[in-house]
């Protein structure tokens, strides 16, 4: 959950890795330093504690220069946010790490080193494999084969950018269960967690696979696997732009990404549906294979897009009828839940490095590994990097991974894939992410349930809301101003409740989310249902009760739930159907949204209540992008 960047270059690279940092800083913020080897090659650092203009700052009052770099932005998991256990980490003065990642085993290390004389400036795990670095390099290893010998000893996850005085024009990376890339240049190459780093000095980048070490110098990129041998991985050119990773005329990150939601929509459902039908192609050439023998559906996720899980199971089991179960993945990943041979187990995740769900379809794997059974195995898919991916893989257990990463781990090794289409999501509080995923969700939904109980007109129902999502979504936006209004009521909250009923219930929890993660005002959802077995006891005329109100089926029974509410002195704030039949009085705020097909009303209700949590962090002073003590890629426990 931190950023590295690192260079190795003809040129001098501080500028490249600041700005790199300042790219990556969605990944980790509490505290960021750099270290170059100077044109004495003689190692030089500065940390600073805060943003990465806290180190821009410092490094004003101490100017570097260097050819040969690296740089890191932090998001603590050992030590407090300190000068002290910023990275990089040094041993010696000669040899300096930047870490991501969680290393179990560190203490017994520590202790090991202390006996042989190491000292420790830090309380971080990552200061232990400087040390082991260096005293491999001090027995007489190359900086290769130290890095290798220390990762071997190393329990735990981690993606490591090293360099050493003693060998000038040389970097080494090596990544286990955190992301890394290298950017490939001319006469220079540079390593980064995000490609979104390094666009501005190059397009081509090289991706590591788990457990990779690459040698990287000036002129040349080795690459060497998990068993030591020299591999080739492929050079591959990024679609990104530099335009889609800046905020452009938008204040923050966060509405960029709000307002961009019909864009990506659309950008999603391209080239999957046509003719009132979802084009099961799209999804790879296999895809109808592993579909026809899924019996029920198994959902893997963690935090936002745990909730469009939720949603999701009401989908496939009220329009698909299959049988749906959702869990939050650092908690499937520990159980011993009893698999089915003809579940499909869909891992969602934004970034594709969610350490929980990585490490929860890894056990799906290993099970089937371990049962393999004697069905025929599925191809190689193609076309759009989407489909199964490795030949051999058996269809019990298949794995479908919904990710807006292409090049990510969880899309490198699940059986099937759907990319979202999102584009670079920066801001902390996923919002296009999410709703790209209720899209391919819904598709997936689609795709199966044709199989069950879905008739082609209920299919050319769906297809035909999806496809008028995207002006939908604008007609909602519109709304923005009116919800500003609304906002102004909550700036000295201190508690907020969400309700919603049925399908609507994790579209309040999302809502909370967002209040909560933003804003920092305490927020809960329950089912609007549940108010009388406890809830109720907190309403008071400081607690602002926040409605979801779709016209279905459920309406009537969530109006006597908002009458709960109001009876006990309550202030309602409610986002209700044109048709829904509410009206505001006297502590109860009624926003009319635009019709929409009931269907996609989970993707429509959404936005109002990222526009909320927007406005109401806005206007209490927080910082909207980057909230405190949370990160944008979780890629350890």
Not at 238 to 246: F, G, H, K, Y
Not at 403 to 425: F, H, I, K, Q, W
């Given at each position: 959950?931190?950023?590295?960047?690192?260079?190795?270059?003809?040129?001098?690279?501080?500028?490249?890795?600041?700005?790199?940092?300042?790219?990556?800083?969605?990944?980790?913020?509490?505290?960021?330093?750099?270290?170059?080897?100077?044109?004495?090659?003689?190692?030089?650092?500065?940390?600073?504690?805060?943003?990465?203009?806290?180190?821009?700052?410092?490094?004003?009052?101490?100017?570097?220069?260097?050819?040969?770099?690296?740089?890191?932005?932090?998001?603590?998991?050992?030590?407090?946010?300190?000068?002290?256990?910023?990275?990089?980490?040094?041993?010696?003065?000669?040899?300096?790490?930047?870490?991501?990642?969680?290393?179990?085993?560190?203490?017994?290390?520590?202790?090991?080193?202390?006996?042989?004389?190491?000292?420790?400036?830090?309380?971080?795990?990552?200061?232990?494999?400087?040390?082991?670095?260096?005293?491999?390099?001090?027995?007489?290893?190359?900086?290769?084969?130290?890095?290798?010998?220390?990762?071997?000893?190393?329990?735990?996850?981690?993606?490591?950018?090293?360099?050493?005085?003693a060998e000038p024009g040389r970097m080494i990376a090596a990544r286990r269960g955190s992301p890394l890339v290298v950017g490939v240049g001319i006469g220079e190459n540079f390593i980064a967690s995000d490609v979104a780093a390094l666009l501005p000095v190059t397009r081509r980048f090289l991706?590591?696979?788990?457990?990779?070490?690459?040698?990287?110098?000036?002129?040349?990129?080795?690459?060497?696997?998990?068993?030591?041998?020299?591999?080739?991985?492929?050079?591959?050119?990024?679609?990104?732009?530099?335009?889609?990773?800046?905020?452009?005329?938008?204040?923050?990150?966060?509405?960029?990404?709000?307002?961009?939601?019909?864009?990506?929509?659309?950008?999603?459902?391209?080239?999957?549906?046509?003719?009132?039908?979802?084009?099961?192609?799209?999804?790879?050439?296999?895809?109808?294979?592993?579909?026809?023998?899924?019996?029920?559906?198994?959902?893997v996720a963690c935090g936002t897009s745990f909730h469009a899980g939720l949603v999701a199971r009401n989908w496939f089991e009220g329009l698909a009828g299959v049988p749906c179960r959702v869990e939050v993945a650092s908690e499937f990943r520990y159980r011993h839940p009893v698999l089915e041979r003809d579940a499909l187990y869909v891992f969602i995740s934004q970034s594709g490095e969610t350490a929980d769900t990585l490490a929860a379809m890894r056990k799906i794997k290993a099970e089937r590994n371990a049962t393999a059974t004697s069905a025929p195995?599925?191809?190689?898919?193609?076309?759009?990097?989407?489909?199964?991916?490795?030949?051999?893989?058996?269809?019990?257990?298949?794995?479908?991974?919904?990710?807006?990463?292409?090049?990510?781990?969880?899309?490198?090794?699940?059986?099937?894939?759907?990319?979202?289409?999102?584009?670079?999501?920066?801001?902390?509080?996923?919002?296009?992410?999410?709703?790209?995923?209720?899209?391919?969700?819904?598709?997936?939904?689609?795709?199966?349930?044709?199989?069950?109980?879905?008739?082609?007109?209920?299919?050319?129902?769906?297809?035909?809301?999806?496809?008028?999502?995207?002006?939908?979504?604008?007609?909602?936006?519109?709304?923005?101003?009116?919800?500003?209004?609304?906002?102004?009521?909550?700036?000295?909250?201190?508690?907020?409740?969400?309700?919603?009923?049925?399908?609507?219930?994790?579209?309040?929890?999302?809502?909370?989310?967002?209040?909560?993660?933003?804003?920092?005002?305490?927020?809960?959802?329950?089912?609007?249902?549940?108010?009388?077995?406890?809830?109720?006891?907190?309403?008071?005329?400081?607690?602002?009760?926040?409605?979801?109100?779709?016209?279905?089926?459920?309406?009537?029974?969530?109006?006597?739930?908002?009458?709960?509410?109001?009876?006990?002195?309550?202030?309602?704030?409610?986002?209700?159907?044109?048709?829904?039949?509410?009206?505001?009085?006297?502590?109860?705020?009624?926003?009319?949204?635009?019709?929409?097909?009931?269907?996609?009303?989970?993707?429509?209700?959404?936005?109002?209540?990222?526009?909320?949590?927007?406005?109401?962090?806005?206007?209490?002073?927080?910082?909207?992008?980057?909230?405190?003590?949370?990160?944008?890629?979780?890629?350890?426990?």
């Open positions: 959950m931190c950023g590295i960047v690192g260079g190795v270059a003809e040129r001098d690279v501080v500028a490249i890795l600041i700005e790199g940092l300042r790219r990556l800083e969605y990944r980790g913020y509490d505290s960021a330093g750099i270290a170059v080897l100077d044109d004495s090659d003689r190692m030089q650092r500065v940390r600073a504690l805060g943003k990465v203009a806290a180190l821009a700052e410092a490094m004003g009052q101490n100017p570097l220069r260097g050819t040969t770099g690296i740089a890191h932005t932090r998001w603590a998991t050992h030590g407090v946010p300190s000068e002290r256990n910023a990275h990089p980490h040094l041993s010696r003065d000669t040899v300096a790490i930047v870490h991501n990642g969680i290393i179990e085993n560190y203490e017994a290390l520590r202790s090991q080193q202390r006996e042989q004389g190491y000292e420790f400036s830090s309380e971080t795990d990552t200061e232990v494999m400087a040390h082991r670095i260096h005293a491999h390099t001090d027995a007489g290893r190359d900086l290769l084969a130290a890095v290798q010998a220390t990762v071997a000893e190393l329990h735990g996850a981690y993606a490591l950018g090293v360099i050493s005085s991706f590591l696979e788990e457990g990779d070490i690459a040698d990287i110098t000036r002129e040349s990129v080795t690459v060497y696997n998990a068993a030591g041998r020299p591999v080739q991985r492929p050079v591959r050119e990024s679609e990104l732009s530099l335009d889609a990773v800046e905020r452009g005329e938008y204040r923050h990150y966060m509405l960029k990404e709000i307002h961009e939601q019909p864009q990506a929509i659309a950008e999603t459902l391209e080239g999957r549906i046509a003719d009132h039908h979802v084009l099961e192609a799209a999804f790879g050439p296999q895809a109808a294979a592993v579909l026809d023998r899924v019996r029920s559906v198994q959902i195995p599925l191809h190689q898919g193609e076309g759009r990097g989407e489909g199964i991916k490795s030949a051999g893989i058996k269809v019990s257990y298949p794995t479908l991974a919904i990710c807006n990463v292409p090049e990510s781990s969880l899309v490198r090794e699940a059986d099937l894939t759907l990319m979202t289409r999102a584009g670079p999501e920066i801001g902390v509080a996923s919002t296009k992410a999410f709703t790209t995923q209720l899209v391919a969700l819904l598709l997936i939904v689609v795709a199966l349930g044709r199989r069950h109980k879905l008739s082609a007109e209920g299919e050319a129902a769906i297809v035909d809301q999806l496809a008028a999502l995207p002006r939908q979504v604008e007609a909602v936006l519109a709304l923005d101003p009116a919800i500003l209004q609304l906002a102004e009521r909550f700036t000295t909250k201190q508690h907020a409740l969400f309700l919603g009923r049925g399908v609507q219930y994790p579209v309040a929890m999302e809502g909370a989310l967002k209040l909560k993660e933003i804003s920092y005002i305490h927020a809960e959802a329950y089912p609007a249902g549940e108010l009388k077995h406890g809830p109720l006891a907190l309403v008071d005329e400081e607690m602002p009760v926040i409605a979801v109100a779709p016209n279905d089926e459920l309406l009537e029974k969530l109006k006597s739930n908002l009458e709960e509410v109001r009876a006990r002195g309550g202030e309602l704030y409610v986002f209700a159907d044109h048709a829904s039949g509410l009206n505001g009085s006297e502590r109860v705020h009624v926003t009319v949204l635009p019709a929409a097909g009931d269907h996609v009303t989970p993707i429509i209700f959404t936005i109002p209540l990222q526009l909320l949590a927007y406005h109401v962090a806005v206007l209490r002073g927080t910082d909207v992008d980057q909230p405190r003590n949370l990160a944008k890629s979780v890629t350890v426990e």
